[in-house]
């Protein structure tokens, strides 16, 4: 026998119905062995990624003599996420942002009595920015998951904008050319206009990081579909030297780097990309990464679209 929830916990893994058969099939998707005697207790991992407590315990009749098994799945698939994204802040504190104060002190001590060297101040000033960017990113990200968000009707085509422009010093200082087509026309979607810049932000300033100089950087976006299905697209698009799928089955995971090809070092703290995700997500939108070794990566984020008539100015969600 098994109850409601031990059937829909089968079939959301493609596995047979347990009901009528022996429990060591039933378990064999689980890749648990069957005890002789006595139980067992403990996690075990579905293969759709969730986490469960095991308790395998022995079954007897009134007079002692054994039956068979009693199983219990307990889905505690959250609690194993909280309990890794704990050991990722504390890894951010203990590593992350300990080694560059460590590495400011270190030099200062070894420069005392003697003067700071110009080439110490740049060193400094290079760990102390990377601190800052830990910290800025952290609090970004902690924000963009736990916070409420404040809505109005926004032109996706000026947050796009803004963004290209934001950085326009950094795609000058390597020669990269940044297009944006489909700019001049409207597309309306109801946002937080300042989390949602910055997302933009965070994804072109990851394709001009990873690009070489000298290339382009093409932006596009543009509306699809109409009524309940009506959509904005925006893309962006690097002619850099792309991922292998290895990397892309981690790419929106925390404290996450890919590095490129010919492993040129690219400045970064891995929680950008967990940042876009969050915020795209929390609209309502979707975010989906094609990348090929050698042809560069494309990043599209897709969104609910806004009629110009939508009064949701400065709500909360």
């Known amino acids: 026998i098994a109850n409601t929830a031990a059937q829909d916990l089968f079939s959301r893994l493609n596995a047979p119905d347990p009901v009528g058969r022996a429990m060591a099939h039933v378990i064999e998707v689980f890749h648990i062995p069957t005890a002789d005697e006595g139980g067992v207790e403990g996690e075990v991992d579905a293969p759709d990624g969730s986490t469960y407590h095991l308790r395998f315990s022995a079954f007897a009749d009134s007079t002692g003599a054994f039956t068979g098994w009693i199983a219990r799945f307990s889905d505690i698939t959250a609690i194993k996420t909280a309990a890794r994204q704990r050991e990722q802040v504390l890894e951010l504190l203990?590593?992350?942002?300990?080694?560059?104060?460590a590495s400011i002190l270190a030099l200062l001590a070894e420069d005392q009595g003697k003067?700071?060297?110009?080439?110490?101040?740049?060193?400094?000033?290079?760990?102390?920015?990377?601190?800052?960017?830990?910290?800025?990113?952290?609090?970004?990200?902690?924000?963009?998951?736990?916070?409420?968000?404040?809505?109005?009707?926004?032109?996706?085509?000026?947050?796009?904008?803004?963004?290209?422009?934001?950085?326009?010093?950094?795609?000058?200082?390597?020669?990269?050319?940044?297009?944006?087509?489909?700019?001049?026309?409207?597309?309306?979607?109801l946002a937080d206009r300042t989390l949602l810049t910055r997302a933009l932000i965070n994804l072109i300033d990851n394709a001009l990081k990873y690009s070489e100089p000298e290339t382009k950087v093409e932006c596009g976006i543009a509306s699809v579909g109409d009524g309940l299905d009506a959509k904005v697209i925006c893309t962006v698009q690097d002619q850099g030297?792309?991922?292998?799928?290895?990397?892309?089955?981690?790419?929106?995971?925390?404290?996450q780097r890919s590095t490129p090809a010919g492993g040129r070092q690219v400045s970064g703290v891995g929680l950008g990309l967990t940042f876009v995700q969050t915020v795209?997500?929390?609209?309502?939108?979707?975010?989906?990464?094609?990348?090929?070794?050698?042809?560069?990566?494309?990043?599209?984020?897709?969104?609910?679209?806004a009629e110009p008539d939508e009064a949701w100015a400065h709500e909360d969600y």
């Open 280 to 305: 795209i997500l929390r609209h309502g939108g979707q975010i989906s990464c094609d990348s090929t070794l050698g042809e560069g990566t494309r990043f599209t984020l897709t969104l609910p679209r």
């Open 241 to 255: 030297r792309g991922m292998s799928p290895e990397s892309l089955t981690h790419l929106f995971e925390r404290f």
């Open 115 to 189: 003067g700071i060297s110009q080439g110490t101040v740049q060193r400094v000033e290079a760990y102390a920015r990377r601190t800052l960017a830990l910290a800025d990113n952290f609090v970004s990200l902690a924000r963009a998951e736990s916070e409420r968000y404040t809505l109005e009707t926004v032109n996706l085509s000026d947050i796009l904008l803004d963004a290209i422009d934001d950085l326009w010093p950094q795609s000058r200082s390597r020669a990269i050319e940044v297009q944006a087509e489909g700019c001049e026309e409207e597309h309306l979607v």
């Open 94 to 101: 203990s590593h992350d942002m300990r080694s560059p104060q």
